[in-house]
């Protein structure tokens, strides 16, 4: 229900105009609330429109249980907010802001658009016309007392509010706005930036980087320990990326840290058993070169054979190179900059917020989104949790603030 908004009131402080600020600025106005928006950058949500270009999965269409499993040791702490505002509450507010949303073969959600633009000037209009003050250019530094200090094209400023969201974003493609430069300046009870569903590095041969970068590995199955994925996977020049690689990116990531470098199992016929493989590469080979007949025999396309001969020559026999096709290792030496990770892991740890992510060392302080420790594979989980954690956050702090006027 929409209240009057009192405009003799200091505003409410929203820092940072990703999707999670923008929903809580939204939210507020709804409650009545007055809200100012500060972001960094020249405009709005740049992160929002660059998930924008693999389509803009908002959410994902499974079951609440997996769904909330899909958060790991985070589930407990957004767990509450997701079921306040869970997959099917960011479908119908997409849909109100005209954008009709499908789920796609993977039971992934996206709006019909498969861009984020139209959602975003949708928004953006009905922002608005609620009043939302949205001021651009304008970096949060910190706080002196109880006010809000800004670095703005004029100098710095100080800002009275009556609270504040901070939503500023985790640590990846830093160039988009989120460049978590201020872990080091707030002095917040942080978990350090890791990257998230990310790539690897690995040691290609100069023919391999110069031949096969920017090639998909497509319907293959990756295992490690005892995790396994199907999908797709990306050949770049300095490794590997994509969404099967994604998918693993967690335990990964922990290996490679814990170890230096890792062997990611490749299947490059998941479809084919070890046996009907072997029977097929037993066949007489008739002056064939390999490639020509791992070609035919295995249907292999080109990246997939040059893959096998990354790791020295293949094996003669049938049985042994059915083995190597269905077991291929690849080292994974290191892990992909966070400049190009989609997310990131850490973040502001749950020890210091109460239930509603108000901080406890800084009461009236409220943060949101990709900032919070927690971390979920790509799927829409990403974007739904800024959604949920910023209807948590702003619910917090407009009953901290009408507690305050009462
Ligand atoms: C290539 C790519 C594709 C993606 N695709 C998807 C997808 O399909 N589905 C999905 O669920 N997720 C996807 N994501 C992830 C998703 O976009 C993010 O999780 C989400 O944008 C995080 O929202 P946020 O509001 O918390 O932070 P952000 O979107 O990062 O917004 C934070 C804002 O805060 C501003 N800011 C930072 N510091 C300050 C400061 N000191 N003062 C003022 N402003 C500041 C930043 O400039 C930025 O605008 C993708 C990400 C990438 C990079």
New binding site residues.
Partial sequence: MVRAMNDHALPIAV???????LFAAERLTEAGHRVRV????PS?????L??G?????LTHSEELEPFLARYGEARPWLEGAIRAFPPQALRDWAEGLGQETFTGSSGRVFPRAMKASPLLRAWLARLAGLGVEIRTR???LGWDGDALRFETPAGERRDEAAAAIL????A??PR????A??VPTLGLPMEPFKPANMGFTCAWTPFFRENFAGQPLKRIALRFGDQQRRGEAMITAEGIEGGAIYALAAPLREAILAKGEVILIIDLRPDLSLEALAERLAAPRRGQSLSSFLKRAASLPPVAIALLREAGAPPEAAVALAGLIKEFPLRLTGLAPIERA??SAGGVRREGLDEHLMLKERPGTFLA???LDWEAP?G?????A?FATAALAAEGASRWVTRRQL
Avoid at 15 to 21: Q, V
């Fill in positions: 820092i940072g105009a990703g999707p999670a600020g500060h972001e960094r950058m709005v949500a740049r992160k929002l660059m998930a270009r693999g389509g803009l999965n304008e970096r949060f939503a500023l974003g985790g990846s493609w988009l706005g989120s460049d430069a201020w989609i997310s989104g990709e900032m790509t829409g989980y990403l974007l739904q800024c």
